[in-house]
């Protein structure tokens, strides 16, 4: 059984998503959430259908190439066509 502490965790990145369209590095910045533990919800969220790469851009925190994400569902079914 997931522990509620990651489950929580996972649930706030993933509302936080639906308004805003950051990278991992930027999140877990802006959330306090260890950043290790944001790419293990991208990827749960990822193979579930609820979370896509909005577009690749330089990263505001690591000023490297990385991906924009987004759990919002209009914007999901936009990237889709």
Same mark, same amino acid.
């Given at each position: 059984m997931?522990? !509620?502490y990651f489950k929580d965790q996972r649930q706030? #990145? %993933?509302e %936080?998503? !639906?308004k805003n369209t950051v990278t991992c590095s930027m999140?877990? !910045?802006i959330l306090?959430?260890?950043q290790k533990n944001l790419t293990r919800y991208k990827r749960t969220l990822q193979k579930a259908g609820k979370l896509k790469?909005? #577009?690749h851009g330089e990263c505001k925190i690591t000023n490297r190439k990385a991906d924009y994400l987004t759990t919002n569902p209009e914007l999901i079914k936009t990237l889709l066509q």
């Open positions: 997931e522990d !509620k706030i #990145f %993933y %936080y998503l !639906k999140a877990s !910045k306090n959430i260890p790469v909005c #577009f």
